[in-house]
């Protein structure tokens, strides 16, 4: 009896000329080969036989474990890289170096995070993503390392904007390659767990550098350990992620031939079977004027404004608070724990919701709520509970509006665009949450805490209007189907979202 597969309902059905997969097949690759590799319309739910739907799980928990497993860790330490510098303005950096504020420095990674994004995701259309991923963190790696020797202030900015340079390309690609081994309805969790990396970074980032700071040498000043620590670290993860990260799933060796036969067949179904080399000017063009593509990057612009204020200032918080240099440090690791554990289990609380734009509107609520309670009381112990309120509802929006994008995209080259896109736009926030918190607001920092509160407000009203914009476009291509009986097989596959069958993610 057929079942229907863990996937969304705008899959792309496969050929009638594909053949069956069988457990007892004997020469696997050969199957794999066989298969036809044209894009026909689409037939609404792929359905899988129980043998296939055994093979499509078994297929996710292997790539689980051999990839988005690693690809969590090498997210973890290319966040690590990008807060070294606020993590080590307790430990001296700003007296040493002869700064007045750390704001500049840590802004202008994102000019060119925002700037490199769209341009290595289309080399990442050209070159292996083993060989692209693992060359962006051992370059990233390699200009943290030496923030060590810089001086001064300009120095410190040439290193900064390096690192944005190249870790601009990592995130984007990430989402792009998870893209091509994920269905749509997968990926946001992956994602989630990916971005709670960061999190679980933030969380031991800030006893590490307390740590890391109260190491005495003759050689060294605590942040140059700091920021030697950092690069050494993320060095290894990017040789070790050359061997480890697999291209495309056709291609992979840890799979069996009947598990790329099923993800081939989804990815068929759904558009996004990628490979190296394959680049359409045509989808290019279309993302770039794609307005839904730009408002879901606005959303996640002004979302992570807010997610960037407790990965960025948690640690000033604390101290803030009066809970000591070495003892505030400590504690913020506590609301970095709570995103953690938020952005874990995002894809659960998704479903729970019932939809990303849901889970949306429900968080940044509870971001409100976390941030009247920084703003109402005096009292340390209430500002910090809603700063872990805060802190953990906040980072739903980093893996959810990425996440809720992507999906709704159909073709290889469109998804990875989208994708570059709207990582790069979003992740521009924490340019701009960079000033919402000059030293002069200390210690309650009232201003930076209402314009969030009022970033909060505007997100929700967005999402919520993009909800009604799916719907609507939803509804009418139900009542309205478009014919497309004529149009050439290249052409309906190079439709991609505009498939009259296509239905959007709400």
Request: aromatic share 12%.
């Amino acid at each position: 009896m057929a079942q229907q597969a863990d996937t969304s309902a705008e899959h792309r059905a496969p050929p009638s000329t594909q053949p069956s997969i069988s457990e007892k097949a004997a020469d696997s690759a050969s199957k794999v080969e066989a298969m036809d590799d044209s894009l026909p319309e689409l037939q609404g739910k792929l359905e899988l036989t129980e043998a296939e739907q055994a093979t499509y799980k078994r297929y996710l928990r292997k790539t689980d474990l051999r990839l988005a497993l690693f690809i969590c860790c090498g997210y973890m330490f290319s966040f690590l890289n990008r807060v070294a510098l606020s993590q080590s303005k307790p430990v001296g950096v700003v007296a040493d170096m002869h700064l007045d504020d750390v704001t500049v420095p840590l802004s202008i990674f994102y000019v060119s995070y925002l700037i490199f994004q769209v341009p290595s995701n289309i080399v990442l259309k050209h070159v292996r993503p083993s060989l692209w991923l693992s060359f962006l963190a051992a370059a990233w790696s390699v200009t943290g390392a030496l923030g060590a020797l810089a001086k001064s202030k300009g120095g410190i900015i040439a290193v900064r904007f390096c690192i944005g340079m190249f870790e601009a390309g990592f995130t984007s690609g990430v989402i792009a390659v998870y893209a091509s081994w994920y269905p749509r309805d997968q990926l946001s969790r992956r994602l989630g767990w990916m971005y709670s990396s960061a999190s679980l970074a933030s969380m031991w980032a800030g006893p590490a550098a307390a740590g890391l700071g109260s190491i005495k040498s003759d050689v060294l000043r605590p942040y140059q350990i700091l920021f030697i620590f950092y690069g050494c670290s993320s060095l290894v993860w990017s040789v070790v992620a050359f061997f480890m990260v697999k291209d495309y799933p056709a291609t992979c060796s840890f799979l069996d031939g009947d598990e790329k036969a099923v993800i081939r067949k989804i990815m068929v179904q759904q558009g996004t079977l990628a490979k190296t080399g394959e680049f359409s000017r045509r989808q290019l063009y279309r993302s770039l004027l794609d307005w839904r593509i730009w408002a879901w990057s606005v959303i996640g612009f002004s979302g992570n404004i807010t997610a960037n204020t407790g990965p960025l200032f948690a640690p000033i918080f604390t101290v803030e608070m009066g809970f000591g240099r070495i003892a505030g440090q400590g504690m913020s690791a506590i609301p970095n724990f709570v995103s953690f554990l938020v952005s874990f289990f995002s894809g659960t609380l998704a479903q729970w919701a019932g939809s990303s734009s849901v889970l949306l509107v429900y968080a940044q609520i509870l971001n409100i709520v976390g941030l009247v309670m920084a703003v109402a009381t005096t009292q340390s112990a209430v500002r910090f509970v809603g700063l872990c309120i805060f802190n953990g509802a906040s980072i739903l929006v980093v893996p959810t509006a990425p996440g809720w994008a992507v999906s709704n995209q159909s073709g290889t080259t469109k998804t990875s665009v989208a994708a570059a896109m709207v990582s790069a736009i979003g992740a521009f926030g924490g340019f701009a949450a960079s000033y919402m918190y000059p030293g002069r607001d200390a210690p309650r920092y009232l201003a930076g805490h209402v314009a969030n509160i009022a970033v909060c407000a505007f997100v929700a009203v967005a999402t919520l209007a993009m909800r009604v914009s799916l719907q609507t476009s939803n509804r009418r291509r139900e009542k309205n189907p478009q014919d497309i009986s004529q149009m050439t097989s290249e052409e309906i596959a190079d439709l991609g979202d505009r498939h009259p069958n296509f239905r959007y993610r709400l």
